[in-house]
C-alpha cells in the first residue's frame, strides 16, 4: 500500500488543525472600539419595535393607573352624594321657612331692643343663609365633579385601549422580526457548515486524496422562542441564567441579560456564553465590568456593561454566534471560541 507522500501529510495536518481550531482561548479582538456600522433594517426593525412595545405597553399602564384613580374619586363622590343631597333639601327647605317667616327689615327693626341686637339677629340670619347657599353649592360642585371624572374616565379607558392596540402591534413586529432574524442566522449557520465541508473536499481534491480529512462538527446553537411577548420571555430565560452565573460575579443578572436580549432581538445565552470563555464569567476583568474582552471598554456598573454588550453583538456579530461572527471577534482562535462559547450557550 503507497503511504501518503511528506507534502500531503502536512496539508492535511495544516488544514486539520485549521478546521478544528487550537485548543488555547485567546484574547478577544471584539470590535467594540471601532465606529459602529449602520445598523441593519432588520435589526432596526427589531429595535424600533422592542422600544414601541415598551412605550406603548407604558403608557397603557399609565392610563389605567389615572384611570382608576379617577374611578376611586367617582365612587368616593357617589358615595358622598346622597348625604349632601340630603343636606341640600333640607337647606332649601330652612331658606324657604325662613324667608317665609321672616318679619322683613321693618319688623326687624322694631322688634329688636336695641342696634347691638338688630346687627346680631341680621348677621346670624346671614350666616344661617349662607349655609344654606354652601349646601346648595355642594352638592352642585360633587355632582360636576362626578360627571368631569366620568368624562374622563370614558377617555382614559378609550385612550388604554388604543396604546393596548399599539402595543399588540408592535409586539406582533417585534415577535417576527427577532424570528426573521433566527431564521437568517440559521441559514447562515448552514451555508458555513456546507462551505467547510466544500472547503475540506477541495483540500482532499488537490492532495489527491491521500489526506484524509474530515469535516469539523460545525454544530449549531438550538432555536429560541420568539413567540413569547417581552414578559414571558424574560420571566422564561432570566432564572435559566441567573442558575448559570450563580456564585460568578455577574451573578443575579439574569434579568438584565434577558431584557437586553429581547430589546436587541440577540440569542440570551450568547452574551453570559461569551462572559465565560473571556473571564469565567466576569471573574478575570482586565478592565472595569468588561467581561467579554470588549475591547478596551470599561463601565461603571455590570447593568451597563450588559447592555452595551448585547448591543453590540446585535449591531456587529449578528442576533447568535456563528463562524462569521467567531472569526471577527477571536480571529487568531476563531474555531476554539466558537466550539468554546457555543457548549457554554447549550449549558443555559
Known sequence: MERPSIASRLLGTALALL???????????????????DLSELQERIESSGAAFDEATAKAAELEQQAAENQKRIDEVEA????????????IN??????????????????????????????????????????????????????????ELEQKLSEAEEQKEEAETALQEAKA??????????EKARRETEEAAAAVAAAQAQAGQEAQLAAPS???PSSVDWSQD??????????????????????????????????????????????????????????????????????????EAIRDHVAGLARIYGPTISME???????????HWYSATLAEMERI
Not at 478544528?20 to 472600539?33: E, Q, R
Not at 422580526?177 to 440559521?186: G, I, L, N, T
Not at 461572527?325 to 474555531?335: E, G, L
Open 230 to 303: 417581552k414578559q414571558a420571555f424574560v420571566g422564561h430565560w432570566a432564572p435559566r441564567i441567573d442558575a448559570y452565573l450563580a456564585g460568578s460575579p455577574l451573578g443575579g443578572q439574569g434579568k438584565t441579560f434577558a431584557d437586553a436580549a429581547w430589546d436587541y432581538g440577540v440569542d440570551p445565552r450568547w452574551s453570559p456564553a461569551i462572559s465565560n470563555t473571556e473571564s469565567s464569567k466576569g471573574l478575570y476583568c482586565f478592565k472595569p465590568h468588561n467581561a467579554w474582552g470588549w475591547g478596551s471598554s470599561s463601565w461603571g456598573s455590570w447593568e
Open 19 to 37: 478546521l478544528a481550531g487550537a485548543l488555547v482561548p485567546c484574547s478577544a479582538l471584539a470590535d467594540a472600539d471601532a465606529p459602529e456600522a
Open 80 to 91: 358622598q352624594l346622597p348625604g349632601q343631597r340630603e343636606k341640600a333639601s333640607a337647606a
Open 177 to 186: 422580526a427577532r424570528e426573521e432574524a433566527q431564521r437568517q442566522a440559521e
Open 94 to 151: 330652612a331658606s324657604y321657612k325662613m324667608h317665609q317667616d321672616s318679619p322683613g327689615l321693618l319688623g326687624l327693626v322694631l322688634s329688636s331692643n336695641d342696634f347691638n341686637e338688630l346687627l346680631a339677629t341680621i348677621t346670624y340670619l346671614n350666616a344661617v343663609e349662607d349655609h344654606n347657599v354652601d349646601q346648595v353649592q355642594r352638592l352642585a360642585d360633587l355632582q360636576d365633579e362626578l360627571d368631569r371624572n366620568q368624562s
Open 218 to 220: 460545525q454544530a449549531t
Open 325 to 335: 461572527a467567531a472569526r471577527k471577534y477571536c480571529p487568531p482562535n476563531a474555531d
